[in-house]
Structure formats: structure tokens, C-alpha cells
């Protein structure tokens, strides 16, 4: 059975930490594949660029990993079922679970702290055990156990802000270069206050 580490998210965009996020999973963890989820719609109403450009921008901070990261649109899929409102990673990870995929689920230790906010997480943890990565800044709660590293507390808030407001090189060193090619050729982010 394969073993895949499901990373989602908004990927809006997706930095360098997410990058590094994804080459320790597969380095350090028991997993054969990585898969890349960027959400379709966001379940809090969050406004983001299109689920192209953040499909795209996911693919081009994937390529340097290497062919066992995927970048998938299956929550894209998803969003076609009838009486769909909004990505949900439980979905997700049924849809994985029922393909005959052995699931873990990636998340940053600053997650834990908003579990109540996630839909089911109990039966998601269930069928997806978690890969608790440290995230500078943030302490996973009592009981739960993060992998040992912290990676840079990088915010893709903060990169919008940058572009935003004038001043892309301020990002520069945030995302992958060919992320940020991709930014500055397609105007994303511009004027963007969210």
C-alpha cells in the first residue's frame, strides 16, 4: 500500500518554509510520496487567488523535490459533488483512504492550537495520523508531539503584504524564485489587502 503525506493549504502563496515542510516529510518520515492539496474553496471564506495560479505556484515550489511530491487537484474534483460549500479535509482524505492510500496528514504545530475550528477532527486524525511539524514561534499543545525541527515562521500573509504595498523585493527571499516570477508576471497580489 502506498504511503502518502497529504500537505494542505492555501498555498497563497506557497513560501519556502512549505517547501522545506515538504523535502523534511519525505526525508525523515515513513511515507513514499508527498501530495501537495491546495484548497479549492476555503471552508473560513478567505479570499485567495485563483485555484490556478495557486495550483501552478504549487508545482513550480515542487519541482526542485523531485517526482515523489505531487501537486493534486483533487480538491478540485471534490468541489463538483453536489451540495459542495467549502474544501474539507476530511473529504479529502476519504477519497484517498477509499483509492486504497495509506494517509498522513501535515500539518504545522501552529494548527493545534485551532482544532475545534476543523471539521471532524477526530474521525480525520482517525484515518489520517498526523505529521505535527514545529513551526518557529509555536508550541504544539500538551500531548501532542511535533517532529523536533521548527521551520521559519514565514508568513504568506505577509508576502501579499509585500507585494501589496509596492515592494516585492521585501518577498524575495520568502518564496522560491520561480514562485516569484510567477507573482510578479501575473500581477498577483496587487492592491490585495486580505
Not at 513560501?15 to 525523515?28: G, P, R
Not at 480538491?75 to 476519504?94: C, K, N
Request: charged share 20%; hydrophobic share 45%; proline share 7%.
Amino acid at each position: 500500500m502506498t504511503r502518502v503525506a497529504l500537505f494542505g493549504g492555501s498555498f497563497n502563496p506557497p513560501h519556502v518554509a512549505h517547501q522545506l515542510v515538504a523535502l523534511y516529510v519525505l526525508e525523515t518520515q515513513p511515507v513514499d510520496e508527498l501530495w501537495i492539496a491546495p484548497t479549492y474553496v476555503h471552508p473560513f471564506e478567505k479570499r485567495l487567488a485563483s485555484y490556478a495560479h495557486r495550483v501552478q505556484m504549487c508545482a513550480l515550489m515542487a519541482a526542485p523535490l523531485g517526482a515523489r511530491v505531487t501537486v493534486t487537484r483533487l480538491e478540485e474534483e471534490l468541489a463538483q459533488r453536489p451540495g459542495f460549500r467549502a474544501s474539507r479535509t476530511l473529504d479529502l482524505v476519504t477519497v484517498l483512504v477509499e483509492r486504497g492510500l495509506e494517509v498522513r496528514l501535515v500539518v504545522g504545530s501552529d494548527i493545534m492550537a485551532e482544532t475545534a475550528k476543523w471539521h471532524r477532527w477526530d474521525e480525520l486524525v482517525a484515518k489520517a495520523p498526523l505529521i505535527i511539524v514545529g513551526r518557529e514561534g509555536s508550541e504544539p499543545p500538551p500531548g501532542s508531539v511535533a517532529t523536533g525541527v521548527q521551520m521559519p515562521a514565514i508568513s504568506s500573509t505577509e508576502i501579499r503584504a509585500a507585494f501589496a504595498s509596492g515592494a516585492p523585493a521585501a518577498a524575495a527571499n520568502l518564496v522560491p524564485r520561480s514562485v516569484y516570477s510567477y507573482i510578479v508576471q501575473h500581477n498577483l497580489y496587487q492592491g490585495d489587502t486580505a
